[in-house]
């Protein structure tokens, strides 16, 4: 599955380099997909939530309001990352502050100063004081070539560690899930909605935190699924379109 995703993805660069509106409808639907995978920390029906009708407007009342506001600020963030993305713009911890002061309205925003334990993983992150040292130490090891090739393999990593290091106070999980997505596009594939329970993301999540061997490798399997399903849809809706026009 690995070479083919590469496959998939030079043929997904070829349609959408010359066609403008092919890749903004791509873009439209990989934003949304985005903002639900980021959900998944929030809200336990995430799967079921239509982003693309709250987006037009429309109320859904079983979506929280804190859930709405979050929503656009995620939005705003988005049309940050698509624009770092034509720039050539990698992760690094500068781009990290500046999702979580989008997302909390905070434009002060920094990392967290106390040490909290994350129930919902279960887990007791890095101290605030290491937190700047060990994010620069992760960055450098993703971005260093004897890391290899496997793009979902490090995405993976980036959004465990993040979560390892859960560098601020609020939307470190959700920040985690975006930073996963945004090195898949980074790296030429579509970003994924996340299609697991929330309950099931936490508790797989957690274990691999603990460095569950088989966990870790149930999750990189769902997440590489998950990736060739995306990749897989967007080029059939590509080539459908291609053919029509």
Known sequence: MHEKLYEMRKELAGMLKNDRLL?????????????????????????????????????????????????????????????????????????????????????KGYFRKSNPVVYAFNHVPEQSFDIEEKLDEAIRRVYSRDSGDNVVLKAMYIHNKLIDIYPFQDYSAEIAVFSMNYYLMENGLTPINMPMSRQEYFNIVGECLKEHRNRQEEFYNFLNKAVYDKMEGTLDACREYIKTH
């Open 23 to 107: 890749k903004s409808a791509v873009n439209e639907v990989n934003k949304l997909d985005m903002i639900k995978a980021s959900l998944i920390v929030r809200n336990p029906s995430h799967e079921k939530i239509a982003i693309d009708k709250i987006m037009a407007g429309e109320l859904q009342k079983d979506v929280p309001v804190k859930d709405y506001v979050f929503i656009e600020n995620f939005n705003n963030l988005i049309r940050v990352a698509f624009n770092c993305l034509e720039m050539g713009n990698y992760l690094d911890k500068n781009f990290l502050i500046s999702a979580y002061r989008i997302l909390s309205e905070n434009e």
